[in-house]
Nanobody, 127 residues
Framework: AQVLVESGGGLVQAGGSLNLSCTAS????????MAWFRQAPGQEREGVSC????????HYADSVKGRFTISRDNAKNKFYLLMNSLEPEDSATYYC????????????????????WGRGTQVTVSS
């Protein structure tokens, strides 16, 4: 079965950092478009960042540009979201998602592009 598992969430003070990881199993990871989404209570799920499958270009929501960095390690079947300068508004459940192979992101891709989802990891930023 194709599985994505997030890790690295937790409680951090404003201004702090967290590094989320997503490990993929049961699917070919290389050349696959991957993304991070988040959802806060009472709000819709929003795209945070996307990394392309073909050219590994990265894309970010305006709210996180300059603070978050997405990256991938194809050899380990993992990708990451390094979150710096965290703000209370970043508090949410963060989900990793995988789309089809050989696709690029065009901005922060919509959730409908993604076929596989993790169960989420909670990030809480205290003020």
């Amino acid at each position: 079965a194709q599985v994505l598992v997030e890790s690295g969430g937790g409680l951090v003070q404003a201004g702090g950092s967290l590094n989320l990881s997503c490990t993929a199993s049961g699917l070919m990871f290389d050349a696959r478009k991957m993304a991070w989404f988040r959802q806060a209570p009472g709000q819709e799920r929003e795209g945070v960042s996307c990394i392309s499958g073909v050219d590994s270009s990265s894309h970010y929501a305006d709210s996180v540009k300059g603070r978050f960095t997405i990256s991938r390690d194809n050899a380990k079947n993992k990708f990451y979201l390094l979150m710096n300068s965290l703000e209370p508004e970043d508090s949410a459940t963060y989900y990793c998602a995988a789309a089809r192979r050989f696709e690029n992101c065009f901005g922060v891709a919509p959730s409908s592009d993604f076929n596989f989802w993790g169960r989420g990891t909670q990030v809480t930023v205290s003020s």
